[in-house]
Every structure is written in structure tokens, then in C-alpha cells.
């Protein structure tokens, strides 16, 4: 997906990016996008998507998209209850998301969200998908999630979700 800046796009990781500066902040997020996420991308255990600039293949951040379940005893007794009684619901896993410290405060974190919620919500109209969960590192990120929407799943304060439904109409 393209920016609105124009400058900017997403695209799924490739042997071409360039990940060898990115530099989150957050060393376990920079050693899974040197080290790990092309080999969990060929294992299909994660598919890893990097914002970089046009014509340039150095990445300046990126999202992992995966398929994950909540125990339905995980969602708020309001919204379980609407759901049937099976054990687990199916959701989409926004496990990593991050952008490099050189480029914060742009508007680019939003925009890699914006682009990971919109290509789970387009998936989940042939894979259901009830909702998208975020894994946060911290209270910084928790916040940031917060900021859009997300709530804490039951029990654990930094996996947040934001329901399909929502998603969806942020985009119609
Ligand atoms: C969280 C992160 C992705 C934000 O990236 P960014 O490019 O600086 O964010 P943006 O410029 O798009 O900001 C979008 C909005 O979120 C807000 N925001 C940014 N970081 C925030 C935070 N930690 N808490 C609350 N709000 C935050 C911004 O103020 C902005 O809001 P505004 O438009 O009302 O001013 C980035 O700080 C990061 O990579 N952090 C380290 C990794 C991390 O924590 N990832 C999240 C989960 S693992």
C-alpha cells in the first residue's frame, strides 16, 4: 500500500530490503527483523511486512501478521456472550510492529497500522477473523494501541484487540 505522503510504501519483506540499520529502540524487535523474520516467513509461521521510502530498499519499519485464537473466556462478557460457545475465537495476530527512531513523530507508525489493519480486515472476508490482537511490549505501546481503539483482552493487560467489525468501518 502507498503512503499518503507518496513517499512512503509497504510491501511484503523481500531478499531485496535492506534491514541491517533498522534500529527500533527495542533490540528484540531490531534481532527479529535482521535474524528471524525470513526464516519464520519460509516456515509460514509469520508473514512480515516493511515500510520503506520509493526507490529506496533500506526498511524503516515493519508489522507481522500471522493467524492466532483467544479463549472466548479471554473477550469482555459483553462480547462473548453474542458469540457462539466455542472454546476459541480465530483472530489475526499483529505480533510486531515497529518503526525506526530516526523516522518517529511522522505519522508512520499509524500508517503501518492503518496498512496492517486494512490488508487483515480484506483477509478476513474469506478467513474469519473476529478480531486483530497486538502483543505490547510496554506501557508506551499500550497506549499507542489505545489510542485507536484497542482494549485488553481479560487477564492480561498488554494483549489488546480491536473487533473485525470496527476495522472494517474504518475503511468504507
Ligand atoms: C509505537 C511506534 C510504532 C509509533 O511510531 P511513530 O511513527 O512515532 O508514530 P506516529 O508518528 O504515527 O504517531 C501516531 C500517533 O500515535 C501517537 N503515539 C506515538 N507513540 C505513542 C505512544 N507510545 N503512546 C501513545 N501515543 C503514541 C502520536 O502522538 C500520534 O498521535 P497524534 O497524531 O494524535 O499526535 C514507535 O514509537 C515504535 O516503533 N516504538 C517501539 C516499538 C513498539 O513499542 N511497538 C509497539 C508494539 S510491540
Known amino acids: ?3 499518503p505522503d507518496g513517499e512512503h510504501l509497504v510491501e511484503a519483506l523481500g531478499a531485496e530490503h535492506d ?3 533498522f534500529s527500533s529502540g527495542i533490540p528484540v524487535l531490531d534481532e ?5 523474520a525470513n526464516q519464520d516467513k519460509r516456515r509460514n509461521v509469520t508473514v512480515p511486512f516493511v515500510l520503506i521510502s520509493r526507490d529506496n530498499p533500506q526498511v524503516l519499519g515493519y508489522y507481522t501478521l500471522s493467524a492466532c485464537a483467544v479463549r472466548l473466556a479471554e473477550l469482555p462478557s459483553d462480547l462473548a456472550r453474542r ?3 466455542y472454546p476459541v475465537v480465530p483472530t489475526t495476530l499483529l505480533g510486531r510492529l515497529a518503526v ?3 523516522c518517529r513523530g511522522q505519522g ?6 492503518m496498512d496492517a489493519l ?13 478480531a486483530v490482537v497486538v502483543s505490547a511490549k510496554n506501557e508506551a505501546a499500550r497506549s499507542f494501541y489505545q489510542k485507536y481503539g484497542f482494549q485488553a483482552l481479560i ?6 484487540f480491536l473487533p473485525m467489525s470496527t476495522i472494517s468501518g474504518l475503511f468504507v
Open 100 to 102: 525506526d527512531q530516526r
Open 83 to 85: 458469540l457462539p460457545r
Open 1 to 3: 500500500m502507498a503512503c
Open 19 to 21: 534491514r541491517s540499520t
Open 32 to 36: 527479529y527483523l535482521q535474524h528471524r
Open 108 to 113: 508512520l507508525g499509524e500508517f503501518l497500522l
Open 118 to 130: 486494512f490488508r487483515s480486515s480484506v483477509h478476513a472476508q474469506e478467513v474469519a477473523s473476529y
Open 155 to 160: 487477564d492480561d493487560e498488554n494483549r489488546l
